[in-house]
């Protein structure tokens, strides 16, 4: 077995991939840039090497220095985890010649699965079932709209060296055809430095089911069974179970022989994903395969019980399969939920910040958390905004579910806003419960599964105003000094020896008025609090950020963090966020103006699609912002013009500044 292992990745895979190297008496060494001096990964490795600055393109890409750090730590393998290196041919055959064990498939097997247009001609050619498609040479904006006519729309664009959603977009009129093209290719320019593009036949609610399959140097080959990745935001997975539900053994069986025919018609080793289509007439069609492990590779080791990157060390190490077809088998159902942060109700954008509060579920043997994360990390621009995968099992689909649900109830985070409260409205969805599920669900159900902002806070006001009241004691008993407390500052709202008070608590753009009055039960103080026209008795301890409380009898648990904005409490999966306000503020003024054309997010402006005074139409996209490899466009509210644009292609924006002035044309 290999010496020291080389990860060339960062985060939460390699964070999973050390803890199997460790098991197995391997030394590990990591690679951090500028912003991951710190991290996760970099504290768990035997060894760590800096790589470089903090984009990817300057550090975690940079496959001739890796090799370099690798010769001069002594590492005799590398393994890539996923993205970034892990399906790049030229890396592999970097460490080939080097002597260094590329932990993946050969050479020969990325190169022939790396473009997708490609491995449709393989795949055809080895009988695997194929979506009708284009993917040849004609790459003319006239040729690929010819096909997609003949095919009939709606179909989907796709970046032929693509993956995770970059560079793909669904057309469902000719209209659209030319637009949709333009973005497409200037995505996967940007992502893979490649805009070849293949057109196919988009299928409608069609589930999405991937194969995991593992071969050795000895031609050998098996399937770990299949996982359901069809509920994604942006061709981008979210949640994933295994094994995919409805699936018969038959169909299982054919699956998985398509997939290893698959595998087997490239030479493949390692290992390896092959994701189909499969529609609701149970016929299935090969989508891509990914030459690498997968995200959501978790779940086939919570229903098989083995661990696939050790299977994945031995078969680099030129040993056989651990086990044979008929050994392995399914036990139980797995989910797994990616935390990440994000804004479902701005598009799934990704948000950025540092992680003030991170208080994951406690893990057992139902519930692991993958994560590359602590308590007080940044969420960067520069990466994948993945916070975490929370991993659960049980013996059934609906025992696992239930066991999703309270986990997530259970995982807190604050500091950035969080998919959270989202995957648990869907994962609590009648629709998803009875497996009504399809790779349109977020969309088909998106009303239902978005937060409401005009959610009922009240239940959770007087739970906050507690926390206030025993802080506020602590406060006075310790002569602490607590920058954040509204109790520390010089105004009307203080604790004094009255038995009333008023505390005002603003959530969101609303105020509450909290009326408090303190009395003693025994030795034991309690306090009276009436909300509007409802009355609470309310008492509790507070332990750090714990606050156990009896609001009317009920007793429960709350997390509690403070931070410069207020306050945040988490309890019984719900969340509150709130400042308190002084109780003789009077009318505050109205500020709010039109907020404009401002960016949504950190980012750099990567095209400006119109002139300034050029003529538009309503709807036009006028700009468009990149972050985290993803596009976000500005539209005309309106027909009119661009007065002028702020900021030019190239350009760094903070989130919220205004990027350009919009002039619309009269009415006649």
């Known amino acids: 077995m290999f010496s020291k292992l080389l990860i060339a990745n960062r985060g939460e895979i390699s964070c999973r991939i050390i803890k199997t190297a460790k098991r197995m008496g391997i030394l590990t060494v990591a690679l951090y840039s500028d912003i991951d001096k710190q991290a996760l990964h970099v504290k768990m490795a035997d060894e760590a090497v800096y790589a470089g600055p903090s984009p990817s393109k300057d550090s975690y890409l940079q496959a001739q220095k890796i090799i370099n750090i690798a010769l001069k730590v002594g590492a005799d393998a590398i393994h890539p985890g996923y993205g970034f290196l892990s399906e790049n041919a030229t890396f592999a055959n970097l460490c080939q010649q080097n002597d260094i064990v590329f932990v993946g498939p050969p050479v020969n097997a990325i190169q022939a699965m790396g473009s997708k247009s490609e491995a449709k001609k393989i795949m055809e050619h080895a009988k695997v079932p194929l979506v009708p498609g284009y993917h040849g040479e004609d790459q003319s904006a006239e040729g690929l709209k010819s096909h997609a006519d003949k095919m009939g729309y709606p179909v989907l664009l796709k970046a032929a060296a693509g993956g995770g959603g970059k560079g793909m977009r669904q057309v469902w009129q000719a209209s659209e055809f030319n637009d949709a093209l333009a973005a497409a290719k200037r995505e996967a320019m940007s992502s893979f430095s490649d805009d070849l593009m293949l057109v196919e036949k988009y299928l409608i609610e069609p589930r999405h089911v991937e194969i995991q399959v593992f071969c050795d140097n000895f031609g050998e080959g098996v399937y770990l069974f299949e996982r359901d990745c069809s509920v994604q935001r942006r061709h981008q997975k979210i949640i994933e179970e295994a094994p995919a539900f409805g699936m018969t053994e038959e169909l299982r069986a054919q699956m998985g022989e398509a997939a290893l025919k698959a595998a087997k018609a490239i030479d493949y080793a390692g290992a390896g994903t092959v994701e189909f289509l499969l ?169 239902s599964l978005l937060l409401n902002e005009q959610q009922d806070v009240e239940p959770l ?136 054309f401002t960016a949504p997010m950190n980012g750099t402006v990567i095209a400006i699609l119109v002139e300034p005074q050029q003529q538009v139409e309503k709807g036009q996209p006028l700009i468009v912002i990149e972050a985290m490899k993803m596009e976000h466009s500005l539209k005309a509210p309106s027909s009119g013009c661009v007065s002028e644009f702020y900021f030019k292609a190239g350009d760094l924006v903070d989130g919220g500044v205004e990027l350009l002035a919009f002039q619309a044309n009269q009415e006649a």
């Open 279 to 447: 529609d609701s007439n149970g016929q299935f069609y090969f989508m891509e395969m990914n030459t690498r492990l997968q995200v959501e590779h978790p779940v086939t080791e919570m229903i098989t019980g083995q661990d696939l990157v050790e299977w994945q060390l031995r078969v680099a190490n030129n040993e056989p399969l651990p086990l044979p077809q008929q050994a392995l088998s399914i036990h139980g159902h797995a989910f797994e939920a990616r935390i990440y942060a994000e804004d479902p109700n701005n598009e799934f954008l990704p948000a950025t910040g540092k992680l003030s509060l991170l208080h994951p579920p406690i893990e057992s043997e139902h519930v692991r958390v993958d994560t590359g994360v602590i308590q007080g990390d940044d969420v960067s621009v520069f990466y994948d905004p993945m916070i975490a995968k929370l991993i659960v099992w049980d013996e059934t689909r609906d025992k696992a579910l239930a066991r999703l649900t309270k986990a997530l109830t259970e995982y807190h985070i604050d500091g950035v806003v969080t998919n959270i409260e989202f995957l648990y409205k869907l994962a609590s969805s009648v629709p998803f419960k009875a497996e009504q599920i399809d790779t349109g669900f977020i969309e088909k159900h998106q009303d």
């Open 461 to 596: 006001l007087p739970v906050a105003a507690l926390y206030l009241m025993l802080h506020n004691k602590q406060h006075l008993e310790t002569n602490l000094n607590d920058q954040f407390s509204p109790w520390s500052q010089g105004n009307a709202w203080r604790a004094n020896e009255l038995h009333h008070q008023k505390l005002e608590l603003m959530v969101g753009k609303d105020t509450f008025v909290v009326q408090v009055s303190q009395a003693y039960v025994g030795k034991h103080i309690v306090y009276d609090m009436k909300i509007g026209h409802q009355e609470y008795r309310c008492s509790g301890v507070l332990e750090n950020d714990q606050l156990i409380s009896t609001i009317n009898g009920h007793r429960t648990i709350s997390k509690v963090n403070a931070h410069q904005e207020g306050y945040s409490v988490f309890c019984s999966g719900k969340v509150i966020q709130f400042q308190a306000l002084q109780a003789d503020l009077g009318d505050t003024q109205d500020n709010a103006a039109d907020l404009g």
